[in-house]
């Protein structure tokens, strides 16, 4: 049974009535700043497309220039997973785990974790995907095994902030944010996960509590 411990910060967020809710934070945890472990995004929303899916989404490893993006990896050491409460206790009831294995993301869940808290144990009984790593460049692959959809890999960074306004905003020299802003974080990009579920497989609630952890291996 492998382990995993949590090195770093926690991104939650809130999914009510399934519209879309973002929690972001770009490289301020200083245990984990230019780490595989460090998160910049979380995203949960339902599927546009297809009202019974819900999406979850989280990037590491933000702010990679292009430059850097190509050598930009997932660090097989580090589990990446989606916490999901249904009963509204704030404690995860459900878990989705992703692990990078020799150029594939191995995802497993949603499943009832046998640990909960800051340690976990991989639930490799579980639904498991195994969808091949996008490179730098290439089309997105993806791959699904019995409703879910998996795909990981480098990609535009989709967080926007103006950071020059809010620093203004800050020091009193401006009032608000113009429309539409300037975006620091254009022409950076991010590694991302994202995985499509059925609402069927999280259980009956209409509210979800959800947030994303990076653990690393013990």
Do not use: C
């Amino acid at each position: 049974m492998t382990k995993f411990k949590i090195t770093l910060l926690t991104l939650a967020s809130m999914a009510v009535g399934f519209i879309l809710f973002l929690s972001a934070d770009h490289i301020d945890a200083p245990k984990v700043t230019d780490s595989a472990q460090d998160i910049a995004d979380y995203f949960a929303f339902q599927n546009p497309n297809n009202n019974d899916n819900l999406v979850f989404a989280a990037t590491v490893q933000g702010l990679l220039s292009p430059g850097a993006t190509a050598d930009a990896a997932f660090d097989e050491n580090t589990l990446i997973e989606f916490n999901i409460d249904n009963d509204g206790d704030n404690i995860e009831d459900l878990v989705i785990q992703a692990i990078p294995r020799d150029g594939k993301m191995i995802v497993f869940g949603p499943v009832a974790p046998s640990m909960k808290g800051t340690e976990s144990s991989i639930m490799s009984a579980a639904n498991r995907v195994e969808a091949e790593i996008t490179l730098y460049g290439e089309s997105a692959k993806t791959a699904t095994n019995n409703g879910v959809t998996v795909f990981a890999g480098p990609r535009d960074d989709p967080f926007f902030f103006d950071l020059g306004a809010y620093s203004a905003i800050l020091g009193g020299t401006a009032t608000g944010f113009s429309n539409p802003g300037t975006d620091t974080f254009a022409g950076t990009n991010v590694l991302s996960v994202v995985i499509e579920v059925p609402k069927s497989q999280l259980g009956s609630a209409t509210t979800l509590n959800t947030w994303v952890e990076t653990k690393l291996k013990r």
